[in-house]
């Protein structure tokens, strides 16, 4: 493109309050494009489907909160006599937010303005499933690096231009790697173009217990221990399911609850912290507090807290201060994060804070200062 660079200052995008990405499963499926790959015959297209029902019907997938909205499946390798069969067994109620299509155009031919189209009708979107991406691909003997991305990045802006989840269904290589990454069929542009990547592993060809190989842009990477109940066919996580938030949504958490209580704070994030120390995971910085503080502004606002940052040449200051309006506790939608259930008001004290007792396995808290 000519013309100026369109620029923006690390000072103004650093203290501007954006909107959070959408996602159709928060921390695993973000807006954007990913890929869903797997070996044949090993389960892709149930848990596909699967997320499909319950995106559509605002259920949680393995304990994560998912945005309900219109869903759109694209079998493209089933009729609708098999499909009828998988959705009967893994629901007995199917949504009417989910539509299913056994036919589609390809890339070259016409996808991108029927998905367009299916978006404008529908409104809200919130995950479209392609299964299989290679059924939409344009048949050529070219698979070289360019034209796997090129392929994948006009998905990616597709993704964007209609601000929703786009998943690819997709296989595997023959060949094993010890980085599931690299097994994912075609070249490492397929997996570099995409915002996250999954990938479906069974034990063995015959074993119902897999791992679900999770990694992208916006997500922690992860492992995920899966077993496939061959009554339900639904892959179920074999861990504990009271789903973590992520590390700093989780102090972010502690430091609204907080302020439900005490209503104010302007101080130093090192003052904060000393203040908040018996609730905080062990070895949290005053400077990595203060940069969540500021990431989750959006988080913040919606549990009724203003934050404003204060700099000086010898400090920075931060105040916050809680409206005492309760109105948007447990808020799921985009950015904000339930408030945690805390105990019956007590002293402001340190060892008293609420949430103490609500410790997340793995954030260990550190001993009492001195």
């Not at 006599?81 to 016409?110: C, F, K, M, V």
């Not at 904060?272 to 502004?297: M, Q, T, V, Y």
Request: charged share 25%; net charge negative; proline share 5%.
């Amino acid at each position: 493109m000519a013309g100026r660079l369109r620029t923006i200052d690390a000072r103004t995008l650093a203290d501007a309050v954006l909107e959070p990405p959408g996602y159709a499963v928060k921390d695993l499926l973000v807006q954007g494009l990913h890929i869903l790959a797997g070996a044949p015959k090993t389960g892709k297209s149930w848990l596909a489907l699967w997320l499909c029902q319950q995106v559509a019907g605002g259920e949680k997938v393995w304990g994560h909160p998912t945005q309900q909205g219109t869903v759109l499946y694209l079998c493209l390798e089933d009729g609708y006599h098999r499909l009828q069969d998988r959705l009967l067994d893994i629901t007995e109620d199917p949504s009417e937010n989910l539509y299913l299509a056994t036919h589609a155009g390809t890339l070259a031919d016409g996808l991108a303005g029927q998905i367009e189209t299916f978006v404008r009708e529908h409104g809200r979107v919130s995950l479209i499933v392609i299964d299989t991406l290679q059924k939409v691909r344009e048949t050529c003997t070219d698979n070289t690096y360019a034209r796997d991305y090129a392929d994948l990045a006009r998905l990616k802006e597709l993704a964007d231009r209609c601000r929703t989840t786009v998943l690819l269904v997709h296989h595997l290589r023959k060949q094993y790697d010890s980085d599931p990454l690299n097994r994912v069929s075609g070249t490492a542009s397929m997996s570099g173009a995409a915002d996250g990547t999954f990938i479906l592993q069974r034990e063995d060809r015959s074993s119902n217990y897999g791992t679900l190989f999770c990694t992208g842009r916006d997500i922690e990477s992860k492992e995920l221990k899966l077993q496939f109940d061959p009554m339900s066919h639904i892959w179920e996580c074999r861990e504990d399911e009271e789903t973590a938030r992520s590390a700093d949504e989780e102090v972010i958490g502690i430091v609204i609850d907080w302020l439900h209580d005490e209503k104010q704070f302007e101080g130093t994030a090192s003052e904060l912290l000393e203040i908040l120390h018996d609730a905080l995971p062990c070895g949290l910085r005053p400077n990595i507090l203060s940069r969540w503080l500021n990431k989750h502004k959006g988080m913040l606002k919606a549990n009724g807290v203003s934050y404003t940052l204060r700099r000086t040449r010898d400090s920075r200051t931060i105040r916050l201060s809680c409206d005492g309006n309760d109105a948007n506790d447990d808020i799921s939608g985009s950015g904000a994060a339930s408030k945690i259930p805390s105990p019956s008001s007590q002293p402001s004290q340190a060892a008293a804070l609420p949430g103490v007792s609500r410790q997340r396995p793995g954030m260990e808290r550190c001993p009492p200062l001195p």
